[in-house]
C-alpha cells in the first residue's frame, strides 16, 4: 500500500513560482510513476504531467509545456512539481498520484493511489 | 472544454439502479482502457473502476464498468447515501500522450 504524503498549502504572487512534493512511502519508488493531476475550485480533474522515476523522463500536458517541471528524487522517494510565471486561474488544488508499473502501458494506465493535495492559492 | 463527455450532473433515489456516460474518441477510450474515479466531498479522488470494468479491493460489486467503442459506463446498482460524489472517467488519449478527465458527473441521492 502506497501513501503519498504532499506539503503544506501556499499562497503566491502572481508572476511567482511553487515548488509542491509528494513523498511515497510503502511501495517501491521505481515501481511506478508519479503524476500531478490539478483542480481548480468548482472545476473538474486536470492532469498536468508525470515523471517515471525509474528513468528521470518526465512528460507534460501541451497546456503546461514551458511553464511546469516535475523531478523526482529516488533517494528520497520524494517527487516535485514546480509551476512557474502563476496567474490567478492556477489557484487550485494539486495533487500527485501513482500509476502502478515502472514504465505503464498507455492501454492500462490509471491512477490507483492519490496524494492529500496541496492547496496553492494564486493572489496579489 | 473536456474530450471526454459527461453528463454534468445525474440522480437517483435510494436503492435504484443509476448509469453515467462518458464520450470519447478513437484516440482515448476507442484505444486506451477507461477508469472511473469518485470524489467524496472536500477529499481526493479514489480509483473506483480501472481497466474498464475491474474494480480496485474494497470496491462494492455495486459498481459496475462497461465499454463499446468509443464510449463508456458506471452503473451504479442500489444506490446508497453515501453514493453521493462526483464521477470522473479517464483515459490515456494517444494523441495528446497524456491523461484525459471528464468534466465530472455529480451525482445526488434524492
Known amino acids: 500500500q502506497v501513501q503519498l504524503v504532499q506539503s503544506g498549502a501556499e499562497v503566491k504572487k502572481p508572476g511567482s513560482s511553487v515548488k509542491v512534493s509528494c513523498k511515497a512511502s510503502?511501495?517501491?519508488?521505481?515501481?511506478?510513476?508519479i503524476n500531478w493531476v490539478r483542480q481548480a475550485p468548482g472545476q473538474g480533474l486536470e492532469w498536468m504531467g508525470r515523471?517515471?522515476?525509474?528513468?528521470?523522463?518526465?512528460n507534460y500536458a501541451q497546456k503546461f509545456q514551458g511553464r511546469v517541471t516535475i523531478t523526482a528524487n529516488k533517494s528520497t522517494s520524494t517527487a516535485y512539481m514546480e509551476l512557474s510565471s502563476l496567474r490567478s486561474d492556477d489557484t487550485a488544488v494539486y495533487y500527485c498520484?501513482?500509476?502502478?508499473?515502472?514504465?505503464?502501458?498507455?492501454?492500462?494506465?490509471?491512477?490507483?493511489?492519490w496524494g492529500q493535495g496541496t492547496l496553492v492559492t494564486v493572489s496579489s | 472544454q473536456s474530450v471526454l463527455t459527461q453528463p454534468p450532473s445525474a440522480s437517483g433515489t435510494p436503492g435504484q439502479r443509476v448509469t453515467i456516460s462518458c464520450s470519447g474518441s478513437?484516440?482515448?477510450?476507442?484505444?486506451?482502457?477507461v477508469n472511473w474515479y469518485q470524489q467524496l466531498p472536500r477529499t481526493a479522488p479514489k480509483l473506483l473502476i480501472y481497466s474498464n470494468n475491474q474494480r480496485p479491493s474494497g470496491v462494492p460489486d455495486r459498481f459496475s464498468g462497461s465499454e463499446s467503442g468509443t464510449s463508456a459506463s458506471l452503473a451504479i446498482s442500489g444506490l446508497q447515501s453515501e453514493d453521493e460524489a462526483d464521477y470522473y472517467c479517464?483515459?490515456?488519449?494517444?494523441?495528446?500522450?497524456?491523461?484525459?478527465f471528464g468534466g465530472g458527473t455529480k451525482l445526488t441521492v434524492l
Open positions: 498520484a501513482t500509476a502502478p508499473g515502472a514504465v505503464p502501458a498507455a492501454t492500462l494506465y490509471y491512477f490507483d493511489y
Open positions: 479517464a483515459a490515456w488519449d494517444d494523441s495528446l500522450n497524456g491523461v484525459l
Open positions: 515523471i517515471i522515476p525509474i528513468l528521470g523522463i518526465p
Open positions: 478513437s484516440s482515448n477510450i476507442g484505444s486506451n482502457t
Open positions: 510503502g511501495g517501491t519508488f521505481s515501481t511506478y510513476t
